[in-house]
């Protein structure tokens, strides 16, 4: 059994930098993880550097988010959605954390606390930029 985590580096393609998909690439990237998933049976932890899309999006084109991100959460109900890219400082309406369903959303940046034990259970460890989760038991 154990935590299932699902993990995607990228962010939206706003230019010709590195790691910037369109939303049919991210897609792709997606579909060729299908048969882990179905395996697995889904996942816990829905770990991205971009937001999913209509969720703590930025207003400009290279903080927008995933649709398939969107899709996942909706499909496979994760305890929770973690990501970054999206700063405190780049708009007033920053949300930390949020709710997609059963999903908790949480926006990564800077740090956030977060601590899953052995059996599931939340507590507390610390997530900077790059994301980092305990595992205790």
């Given at each position: 059994n154990g935590l299932r985590i699902m993990g995607l580096g990228g962010s939206i393609k706003y230019n010709n930098g590195k790691n910037q998909y369109t939303q049919n690439q991210m897609k792709k990237r997606v579909k060729r993880m299908w048969f882990k998933l179905m395996r697995n049976h889904g996942f816990d932890i829905l770990l991205t550097h971009a937001p999913a899309a209509g969720f703590h999006e930025g207003d400009d084109r290279?903080?927008?988010g995933f649709d398939?991100?969107?899709?996942?959460?909706?499909?496979y109900h994760p305890k929770f959605f973690i990501h970054g890219?999206?700063?405190?400082?780049?708009?007033?309406?920053?949300?930390?954390?949020d709710q997609i369903g059963d999903t908790i959303v949480i926006n990564g940046y800077e740090r956030f606390t977060l601590e899953i034990?052995?059996?599931?259970q939340?507590?507390?460890?610390?997530?900077?930029?790059?994301v980092i989760i305990s595992l205790k038991n």
């Open positions: 290279a903080h927008k398939i991100f969107s899709e996942l959460i909706d499909r890219h999206v700063h405190k400082d780049y708009s007033r309406n920053f949300v930390r954390q034990r052995k059996n599931n939340i507590k507390c460890c610390i997530i900077y930029t790059n």
